[in-house]
């Protein structure tokens, strides 16, 4: 398997370094020609999305990820990936996000709980963190709240968190990703 890992801006090491953990190839994102690699998946890490949704328009690569996600690629977007997927940026997915919802950076938490089809005592980091404010059909399904916010979602080819897993020890959820490439 080989992942693509947008990396303009944000915490994309971390998630490398997670899927090299699980015997996955991974390759940096940042300019058109990384994009025309081939691929099984893609990750939008954490960071600040409208900077790199700036530097997506800029750098020619909103569009053909965009087609690329619509056309069934496989897409993990985890804080500011989870904002780019959304219905007000990309629009791949059928969530609207509210930005910041934690506070700044004083309001950044640590916390476990329970993600459907991955289990219990799932370690979730929040730092800036977004939260999913409304779901827009019923294609997409809320997988984990937390103090009553959705913080993760799934619909079809695309998984979007809050909290960053790629922080954590725990690999489930990057294994969930990863079993999704082989559907």
């Not at 990396?7 to 990384?34: P, Y």
């Not at 328009?57 to 500011?80: K, N, S």
């Not at 640590?110 to 730092?127: A, E, L, Y």
């Not at 827009?136 to 913080?151: N, R, T, Y």
Request: glycine fraction near 10%; proline fraction near 4%.
């Amino acid at each position: 398997m080989r992942v693509a890992v947008l990396a303009l801006q944000g915490a994309f090491i971390e998630h490398e370094q997670m899927l090299q953990r699980l015997g996955a190839e991974t390759f940096e994102v940042r300019q058109l020609s990384d994009w025309q690699q081939s691929k099984d998946g893609l990750i939008l890490p954490g960071g600040e999305s409208t900077v790199q949704m700036r530097l997506l328009h800029e750098l020619g690569l909103l569009e053909p990820i965009r087609q690329a996600i619509l056309g069934g690629l496989p897409v993990f977007g985890t804080c500011a990936g989870m904002i780019l997927l959304s219905k007000d940026y990309l629009g791949t997915m059928n969530i609207r996000v509210r930005r910041n919802a934690y506070g700044r950076q004083l309001g950044s938490f640590h916390t476990t709980d329970s993600v459907k089809g991955i289990g219990s005592d799932v370690p979730m980091t929040f730092i800036r963190a977004p939260y999913i404010e409304e779901v827009l059909s019923a294609d997409c399904q809320p997988i984990a709240e937390v103090g009553g916010h959705i913080v993760a979602a799934c619909q079809g080819n695309q998984i979007a968190t809050a909290f960053h897993p790629e922080l954590d020890d725990d690999i489930r959820i990057h294994q969930y990703f990863l079993k999704s490439l082989s559907r």
